[in-house]
């Protein structure tokens, strides 16, 4: 019977999450790459390929020159992952933009905003008991 909670590839997922965060913050000298997070990563099931995704707290421009480092800084990421892991395949590594934070924002505000207008209307139908 097979385990079917936790595959490798997660495992893997973690580590390169772990790496590549502290590869951003030792390791590069790159101003643009400063003040970056390292929110997830996603392998897949083959281990070639790990989308890594990364949010920062910057204007769009500053984010727009955030991924302009990165991009530029993807091969010596790369290269020091190889350094640090024993894999037989080092996976490309894709940076992307982490957006489930502002997502998550957003849901928040919209139950925030039904619960009060629930609150409303149960408020305004409750009829008051005569004694």
Do not use: W
Not at 26 to 34: A, G, L, S, T
Not at 71 to 87: C, K, T, W, Y
Request: contains cysteine; glycine residues 6%.
């Amino acid at each position: 019977m097979a385990k079917t909670g936790y595959h490798r590839a997660d495992r893997v997922a973690d580590q390169i999450r772990m790496e590549v965060a502290d590869i951003l913050i030792r390791k590069i000298k790159d101003p643009r790459v400063q003040s970056v997070t390292v929110t997830d990563v996603k392998l897949t099931s083959d281990l070639r390929i790990a989308r890594v995704f990364v949010t920062t707290m910057g204007t769009e421009e500053e984010e727009r020159n955030l991924f302009a480092g990165l991009a530029q800084a993807n091969g010596f990421v790369r290269g020091e992952l190889g350094r640090r892991l024993s894999l037989r395949y080092l996976p490309e590594i894709v940076f992307a933009k982490d957006v489930s934070g502002p997502r998550g924002d957003r849901v928040l505000k919209l139950l925030d905003e039904l619960h009060v207008k629930t609150e409303a209307e149960c408020g305004s139908s409750e009829e008051k008991p005569s004694s």
